[in-house]
């Protein structure tokens, strides 16, 4: 199972931005889809994007034109960099790991990350 470990969160001020990095172990990082979601307190887990091994990039509509996902895969990292952050970006990060194409339909990912809280002030 691949192990992934989140960074980057933080306290931040609207319209500020923050930079998320999801480093991953193992050797299959190059062949797999990475996506990231995040949870709200009372809310359920939401996709905000993803980025095929291929490096096509998907994006939720709340976030299209703001965040940005990125791959290295020499570091074996995926990036969320979050441009004009809102209050309602406040959540828990969670950074996934498919083997393989992405499949955008089930948004089905068999790792997860353990999280990272972003929290956006007003």
């Known amino acids: 199972q691949v192990q992934l470990a989140e960074s980057g969160g933080g306290l931040v001020q609207a319209g500020g931005s923050l930079r998320l990095s999801c480093a991953a172990s193992?050797?299959?990082?190059?062949?797999?889809?990475m996506g990231w979601f995040r949870q709200a307190p009372g809310k359920e887990r939401e996709f905000v994007a993803a980025?095929?091994?291929?490096?096509?990039?998907y994006y939720a509509d709340s976030v299209k034109g703001r965040f940005t996902i990125s791959r290295e895969n020499a570091k074996n990292t995926v990036y969320l960099q979050m441009n004009s952050l809102k209050p309602e970006d406040t959540a828990i990060y969670y950074c996934?790991?498919?083997?393989?194409?992405?499949?955008?339909?089930?948004?089905?990912?068999?790792?997860w990350g353990q999280g990272t809280q972003v929290t956006v002030s007003s």
């Open positions: 193992g050797r299959t990082f190059s062949s797999s889809s």
């Open positions: 980025i095929s091994w291929g490096g096509l990039t």
């Open positions: 996934a790991s498919r083997l393989g194409p992405l499949d955008l339909r089930s948004l089905d990912f068999g790792s």
